[in-house]
Every structure is written in C-alpha cells, then in structure tokens.
C-alpha cells in the first residue's frame, strides 16, 4: 500500500517568508510525527499528534513553528518568518495505533527547506 | 536535554566483514531503536528492543538493549554492497518522541 507522503519534495524559500509543508499519514495511521534532519545529523523530534491533538509539541523550536492536524489525517507544518537556520529536512512519520511504545514509526522521504 | 553518542561516526569495511556500531546516553530510555537511512528517503526500523538486557536478532542483524538502559549496540554480520547507508540509533524515554544519534555512514567495498 501507499506509504507516507510528503509535499513539495523540495522548497526553496526568502528569509521572512512563510512556508507550509504538508504531510499525508499511512491511510488509517493514528498518530504522526514532525522531525527535522540537519545535513551530518540525525532526525531532531519536533512534535507528535494523537488524532487530531499535539500529544507532544515540546521540539518545536520557537512560536515560528506551527503544525496542525484538523481531521486527524493529513497535516501540515507551518513556519513563519524563516531563517537560513531553518534549512533542513523536515520529515514525517506515522504509527499504527494510539502511539503506544511498541508503535513502529514509517518515515516519509522528507522535504527539503532551503531558505536564501 | 537528552543526548546520544553514536560511534563510530563512518567505518569502511570489505565486504564479507562483521561491523559494530554502538549508541551511549547520558539518561536512560524505555525503547532502542535501530534505523537505516538510504539517500533521499526517510530512515526505515531495523529493530527494536523494549526491555534492558534484550538480545534481538533480524536476520544478518543482532542488537542489544544496554543492562543498564543507557546504551545499545548492533551488529552486521557477513556484510553486503546493499548495508551501504547511514544507520541510526534512537531512544525512547516515553511513546512518541525519538530522539536520534547522529548517525554511522557505513561503505562496503566490493
């Protein structure tokens, strides 16, 4: 079946411009998560739905960032006013079930942010 | 906040050879998470471990949750072209949040 899907594949942006990156879950998947991935390192957790509601929003890494899940399906990441820092990878993942430990998370491939 | 140390951070083998990678933290975790990461996709689960003590096998794969709940390691054995990629270990402390080390770039030489 179809995996995690995530658009645009790549975005190219200006420093100050708002850009929203959008999510589509595993079709049935309860729970989605938001990380980032700096070139050299690993994914850096940013935040984690359960349904419609951030379970954990604690990576988000200031009010510039913003995500949101309405219909506890597709989501998006919204930053506001980005900065050449905020180039990077931001990848999704969904689980099966209501986020339990055992969960296994299935990554989409990511889209690349490069803010100029 | 919580940190892991992924070593080595690149290792060059000939094929047919075993590798190790380990993973140490400074706290402790719930869950150790092996993942492997090709270019231009996300990383994929090779395997978990749930309880300290744990040995785990997927195949060529073996890993292991640290007695003490602060480190992990994995094995490959008899190595192929195709474990070329980035592995990364991960921790758990409750469900939900990973956080990744920084990744061990693996090269296989034919």
């Known amino acids: 079946g179809a995996g995690v899907s995530q658009t645009p594949s790549n975005k190219v942006t200006e420093k100050g411009k708002y850009v929203e990156l959008r999510c589509d879950p595993i079709s049935g998947h309860t729970a989605l998560y938001w990380y980032r991935q700096s070139l050299g390192q690993g994914p850096e957790f940013l935040i984690y739905?359960?349904?419609?509601?951030?379970?954990?929003d604690s990576g988000l890494p200031n009010d510039r960032f913003f995500a949101v899940r309405p219909e506890g399906s597709v989501s998006t990441l919204k930053i506001q006013r980005t900065e050449r820092g905020d180039s990077a990878v931001y990848l999704c993942?969904?689980?099966?079930?209501?986020?339990?430990?055992?969960?296994?998370?299935?990554f989409g491939p990511g889209t690349r942010l490069t803010v100029l | 906040g919580q940190q892991l140390n992924q070593s080595p951070q690149s290792m060059f083998i000939q094929e047919g050879e075993d590798v190790s990678m380990n993973c140490t933290s400074s706290?402790?975790?719930?869950?150790w998470l092996w993942y492997k990461q090709d270019p231009g996709e996300g990383p994929v689960l090779l395997i978990a471990l749930y309880k300290a003590g744990e040995l785990t096998s997927n195949g060529r794969l073996t890993a292991q949750f640290g007695i003490t709940r602060k480190d992990s390691f994995l094995n490959i054995s008899a190595s192929i072209p195709s474990d070329v990629g980035i592995y990364f270990c991960a921790g758990q402390l409750r469900a939900g949040k990973s956080t990744f080390g920084d990744g061990t770039t693996l090269t296989v030489k034919p």
């Open positions: 706290s402790i975790f719930n869950t």
């Open positions: 739905f359960q349904g419609t509601g951030a379970a954990d």
């Open positions: 993942a969904s689980s099966p079930t209501t986020g339990l430990a055992t969960d296994t998370q299935y």
